[in-house]
């Protein structure tokens, strides 16, 4: 299975939830991450994500951001966004049916109708990048019982 998580800039929440998905997941499945715009194109996920990550014994400093493919519809089988408007912007990609059905809220896996967005901690500080990283690891954990069972 191929799992693509994707945020706005693919700098936090997306480079989060792809360390937690691979560090949750066994090696066979392939996980990754993306962004809806290419701002960040290239550069590494957002220092106070990699540190949140380090804390809990994930590296992602070596992933680079980079923005949606429709190449992506074609690889991945799960398509997980991060908020309602990521979600928006990915479905609108979408070529066809088959393709929009793989896209989902990734917090939807919870199960939880009050909280479906992962919020952008980019504006906040240190605290609010663990808040994100304990939701999307409860979120992972989520997915990672939906596939696994």
Known sequence: ????MVCLGNICRSP?????????LPENFVV???????????EHPDKR????????????SKQKSRPITKEDFETFDKIYCMDKSVYQDVVSKA???????????FLDAL????????PD???GGMSDFEDV???????CEAVMNQILN
């Open 1 to 4: 299975m191929k799992i693509l």
């Open 16 to 24: 989060l939830a792809e360390g937690i998905m691979k560090k949750k």
């Open 32 to 42: 990754d991450s993306a962004g809806t715009i290419s701002m960040h194109e290239g």
């Open 49 to 60: 994500a990699i540190k949140t990550a380090a804390n809990h014994n994930i590296d992602i």
């Open 95 to 105: 070529r066809n049916d088959e393709e929009r059905r793989k896209v989902s809220l």
């Open 111 to 118: 199960g939880d109708d009050n909280n479906v967005e992962v």
């Open 121 to 123: 901690p980019y504006w």
């Open 133 to 139: 990283f304990q939701l999307l690891d409860r979120g």
